[in-house]
């Protein structure tokens, strides 16, 4: 059985969130899709909120403390991204966008993104599509053709609407198509690894 990984980004700033439900909600649909193709499905859930601190100290020193290391290797590490963001003054927040900009650059080339939004009016609904998508097309990352919007409205009873939950679930088994398609992700390279053997060190041979 092949094992997959799902990094879920969520850029919520309340408790509870919104966002993370519908973060949520999209990995079970991408989880459930991929487990019918006969995928092991690791969802890991990673809310930039608890990690905001973390994130403006990497963006004024250059380097992450040890939580945000790992979950930067979370996010370079998995098969497919799921990536959600409350939308103010018709764009991305700060957070998230600051997250994106000191996961390393070549990070998400190639690997499957899903984005999603939530936001207090429907016309909010077209930042997706010109601040979003157009961020994780610079990253080179390929982002599945249905974005999902929720607003208030969606949320009506307690749960999503029929037209959401559609949503869901169609641009949870287009992320899980995309992630089939590719070969499992090999992770992030280790800067600590060695790539010369003791006896090759010892003998003062070069490899290359």
């Known amino acids: 059985m092949t094992r997959r990984t799902l990094a879920v980004v969520s850029a919520g700033l309340g408790q509870p969130s919104s966002t993370r439900l519908l973060a949520d909600q999209l990995a079970a649909a991408a989880r459930d899709e991929l487990a019918a193709r006969g995928a092991e499905v690791e969802i890991r859930p990673i809310q930039l909120r608890e990690h905001a601190h973390d994130v403006v100290n990497h963006l004024l020193t250059g380097f992450p403390s040890a939580a945000l290391r790992e979950v930067l290797d979370t996010v370079a590490g998995a098969d497919g991204i799921v990536a959600v963001t409350p939308i103010f003054n018709a764009s991305y927040n700060g957070l998230f966008k600051s997250f994106f900009d000191v996961v390393d650059a070549d990070a998400l080339a190639g690997r499957p993104v899903l984005i999603a939004a939530t936001g207090g009016t429907a016309r909010h609904s077209l930042a997706l599509e010109h601040a979003v998508r157009p961020m994780f097309a610079y ?70």
């Open 139 to 208: 990253l080179r990352a390929p982002v599945v053709p249905t974005a999902v919007f929720a607003a208030p409205e969606d949320w009506a009873g307690g749960g999503a609407d029929t037209a959401l939950r559609a949503r869901i679930r169609r641009a949870g088994g287009e992320l899980a198509e995309q992630v089939d398609r590719r070969p499992a992700a090999a992770g992030p390279a280790d800067p600590f690894a060695l790539t010369t053997n003791f006896e090759e060190l010892l003998a003062g041979r070069d490899p290359a």
